[in-house]
């Protein structure tokens, strides 16, 4: 059975950090695209952050480039979202997820879903 685990949400003062990690269990997601999303309460899930299968690649929404960066470990299918400078507007149910082929922000084409960490930021 296939598996994203996140883990590492929480809750902390604006401007404080968090880390993000996913860990993938059921099948190997060295050939997938990682990827971060988030849903905020009454809004629709978002993309937030990616990472090609090679590592060479990454992407950004707008809101948090040069805040947020993705990397991920081969060896332990594990990708994480490092955090800095959170604000209150990041404040969502984030979710890790893997997508054959290539990048899309479009979180209806992604095949593999954690079930979500909340982070809360407070002004």
């Known amino acids: 059975q296939v598996q994203l685990k996140e883990s590492g949400g929480g809750s902390v003062q604006g401007g404080g950090s968090l880390r993000l990690s996913c860990t993938a269990s059921?099948?190997?997601?060295?050939?997938?695209?990682m990827g971060w999303f988030r849903q905020a309460p009454g809004k629709e899930r978002e993309f937030v952050a990616a990472?090609?299968?090679?590592?060479?690649?990454?992407y950004y929404t707008d809101s948090v480039k040069g805040r947020f960066t993705i990397s991920r470990e081969y060896n332990k299918d594990t990708v994480h979202l490092q955090m800095n400078s959170l604000k209150p507007d990041d404040t969502a149910v984030y979710y890790c997820?893997?997508?054959?082929?290539?990048?899309?922000?479009?979180?209806?084409?992604?095949?593999?879903w954690g079930q979500g960490t909340q982070v809360t930021v407070s002004s």
């Open positions: 059921g099948r190997t997601f060295s050939t997938y695209v």
């Open positions: 990472l090609s299968w090679t590592g060479g690649d990454a």
């Open positions: 997820s893997a997508k054959q082929g290539y990048y899309s922000a479009y979180a209806s084409v992604w095949n593999y």
